[in-house]
């Protein structure tokens, strides 16, 4: 999820340049995804506990991976596409990427609650919380990477190819519940 959210942060200073874009604009869209991933993460928290978190965690990456795909496209069409139409598509695009990056951790944290007994979920919540900060640190390192070699449309196709990788792990190795698995509840398996 980190490589299709933190990558524009990244891109910045190149989609400035490529644009003529402001930093009153760039903060516009750094505001608006915050705005956005905040506001859903409340909502989507509510809805992960009534869906089945496989999908619902798939579903948002693979509509970040596509929203990062069409940014990486619209920054080549940008000779022939007006920079306001750009400016707009871009905002809509990384909102809707604020939207469906809240349905990472919500699922994550159910996944965590169905999955280990009380007495084991704060070390594997640590672990949980460290993976924002290596993924962040990875992103970075990632995207950072692309950008310099190949240009910051290249970066979100990077990001984009990352998020279909995790839509491919998220879809191999998250199980719903243990009963999904033909196995009984966690509280049952831990005496609780």
Request: charged share 10%; proline share 4%; glycine share 10%.
């Amino acid at each position: 999820y980190y490589f299709v959210r933190k990558n524009f942060n990244t891109a910045m200073p190149s989609i400035e340049a490529t644009f003529g874009i402001t930093k009153t604009q760039l903060g516009i869209f750094l505001t608006l995804n915050g705005v956005i991933y905040g506001v859903s993460r409340f909502v989507n928290g509510f809805i992960a506990d009534y869906c089945n978190i496989k999908r619902f965690m798939a579903t948002g990456l693979i509509v970040s991976a596509a929203a990062n795909a069409l940014m990486g496209l619209l920054g080549l069409a940008h000779s022939v596409v007006p920079t306001a139409v750009i400016f707009a598509a871009f905002a809509v695009m990384w909102g809707l990427n604020g939207w469906a990056q809240s349905m990472g951790a919500p699922p994550a944290i159910i996944s965590l609650s169905r999955w280990y007994p009380l007495r084991e979920r704060g070390t594997y919540y640590g672990f949980f919380s460290a993976s924002h900060n290596l993924g962040e640190f990875f992103s970075f390192l990632f995207v950072g990477s692309i950008v310099t070699f190949a240009g910051w449309q290249a970066g979100f196709f990077g990001s984009a190819l990352a998020g279909a990788i995790g839509v491919v792990i998220v879809l191999c190795w998250l199980h719903d519940t243990p009963e999904s698995k033909g196995l009984p509840p966690v509280e049952a398996l831990a005496h609780e």
